[in-house]
């Protein structure tokens, strides 16, 4: 079994930073993509950014430039540097695992923008 434990969310006033972090254990394969995806209220849950076991990112247009993705293979550990945060950024934000055409999904992490 693979369980994500997510970290770092909180109240930041608009234009602040966060880091949010993810911890994967269990049976971590050595093809995966790992992510991270959104939720707002009343909207459907969104991806954010990911990256692949070789390193290759995605990014939502909404957040490029802003949001850098990044992992620790040997930790397998994933984290989310988020800059110039906007009030539009408040979601829960879940660490996300796509192994084997499995998905994994972290409890989330609740992250709000306000001044």
């Known amino acids: 079994q693979v369980q994500l434990v997510e970290s770092g969310g909180g109240l930041v006033r608009p234009g602040g930073s966060l880091r949010l972090s993810c911890a994967a254990s269990g049976s971590i394969f050595s093809i995966y993509v790992l992510g991270w995806y959104r939720q707002a209220p009343g909207k459907q849950r969104e991806m954010v950014a990911t990256?692949?076991?070789?390193?290759?990112?995605y990014y939502a247009d909404s957040v490029k430039d802003r949001f850098t993705i990044s992992r620790d293979g040997a930790k397998n550990t994933v984290a989310l540097q988020m800059n110039s945060l906007k009030p539009e950024d408040t979601a829960v934000y879940y660490c996300?695992?796509?192994?084997?055409?499995?998905?994994?999904w972290g409890q989330g992490t609740q992250v709000t923008v306000s001044s």
């Open positions: 990256i692949t076991s070789t390193g290759r990112t």
């Open positions: 996300h695992l796509d192994q084997a055409l499995t998905n994994y």
